[in-house]
T-cell receptor, first 111, second 117 residues
Framework: KNEVEQSPQNLTAQEGEFITINCSYS?????LHWLQQHPGGGIVSLFM???GKKKHGRLIATINIQEKHSSLHITASHPRDSAVYIC?????????????FGQGTRLTINP | GAVVSQHPSWVICKSGTSVKIECRSL??????MFWYRQFPKQSLMLMAT?????????EQGVEKDKFLINHASLTLSTLTVTSAHPEDSSFYIC?????????????FGPGTRLTVL
């Protein structure tokens, strides 16, 4: 079982729909990251969370430390939101702090 | 926000040659840099952790003599793929953070696509 699990793996929606991507993790963490990767490959850091909720434009990220769960929401989705969204946690693995990545959620927004 | 650049953005080389990829933090001092590789439709896989002025720490299964990492300054780390083979073809991404031994704040480079013929 992966230490970071995302769901769904693939998501297709119509423009304007409200999108939710979930991330569950099984290790102790100091922070959780939501990343966006477009087809060209470059990665953009969307959020870094250690508690609560953050909002940036149409994007909202929440984390529940007790339940070891985070969600990324996109309101009023748009085709340009189509990308792979990756959840990653900062965790101490074998004495060193590392990022542990989920497998990603491929989001497609149709016009 | 902080910017991390990578050069080149893509490279094609012949089998047996060596390729150097640079990762630069443009507006902050990167105490720690991480090198990842990503195969198509897979997630990022950590190759090594590089701390300025010291030897890189490689993940299990990553050959340190094949993937040479140098972090000689607080703004530059390089990854050299030596004697490249077609199976080394991949997308290589670096990330950098200002805090020693911490991944809490990380800025990612745009990646370098390596194709070995």
């Amino acid at each position: 079982k992966n230490e970071v699990e995302q769901s769904p793996q693939n998501l297709t929606a119509q423009e304007g729909e409200f999108i939710t991507i979930n991330c569950s993790y099984s290790v102790g963490i100091s922070a959780l990251h939501w990343l966006q990767q477009h087809p060209g490959g470059g990665i953009v850091s969307l959020f870094m969370l250690s508690s609560g909720k953050k909002k940036h434009g149409r994007l909202i990220a929440t984390i529940n430390i007790q339940e070891k769960h985070s969600s990324l929401h996109i309101t009023a989705s748009h085709p340009r939101d189509s990308a792979v969204y990756i959840c990653a946690v900062s965790a101490r693995i074998q004495g060193a702090q590392k990022l542990v990545f989920g497998q990603g959620t491929r989001l497609t927004i149709n016009p | 926000g902080a910017v991390v650049s990578q050069h080149p953005s893509w490279v094609i080389c012949k089998s047996g040659t060596s390729v150097k990829i640079e990762c630069r933090s443009l507006d902050f001092q990167a105490t720690t840099m991480f090198w990842y590789r990503q195969f198509p439709k897979q997630s990022l896989m950590l190759m090594a952790t590089s701390n300025e002025g010291s030897k890189a720490t490689y993940e299990q299964g990553v050959e340190k003599d094949k993937f040479l990492i140098n972090h000689a300054s607080l703004t530059l780390s390089t990854l050299t793929v030596t004697s490249a083979h077609p199976e080394d073809s991949s997308f290589y991404i670096c990330s950098a953070g200002p805090l020693a031994s911490s991944t809490d704040t990380q800025y990612f480079g745009p990646g370098t696509r390596l194709t070995v013929l």
